[in-house]
């Protein structure tokens, strides 16, 4: 009898299913009764996405400072372009 949730990928298998009908995990490839959904490291409504950001990827967020200048220099260039066609 399969698991009311694949032990591999965490979908809902329905009664008497030969497979998950997710991933294709059945009592050969992968449900038994050691098999449990905790040990997935799937999030549960504990699960705090802040901190979860904050340790993957710092605190800080990165800005490229060198590209604000490079779309101003673009920006500016393209005006001296246009002007350029407009006087002659």
Not at 46 to 69: C, I, N, Q, T
Request: glycine share 10%.
């Amino acid at each position: 009898m399969p698991p009311e949730t694949c032990p591999n990928c965490g979908a809902d298998v329905p009664p008497n299913a030969p497979a998950c009908p997710e991933c294709g995990a059945d009592e050969t490839t992968g449900w038994s009764e050691r098999a449990r959904e905790d040990d997935l490291g799937l999030p549960d409504d504990s699960f705090d996405y802040e901190a979860f950001v904050k340790r993957e990827f710092g605190g800080e967020k990165l800005r490229p400072h060198g590209m604000r200048w490079f779309w101003w220099i673009v920006a500016v260039l393209v005006l001296g372009v246009f002007m350029w066609c407009w006087m002659r």
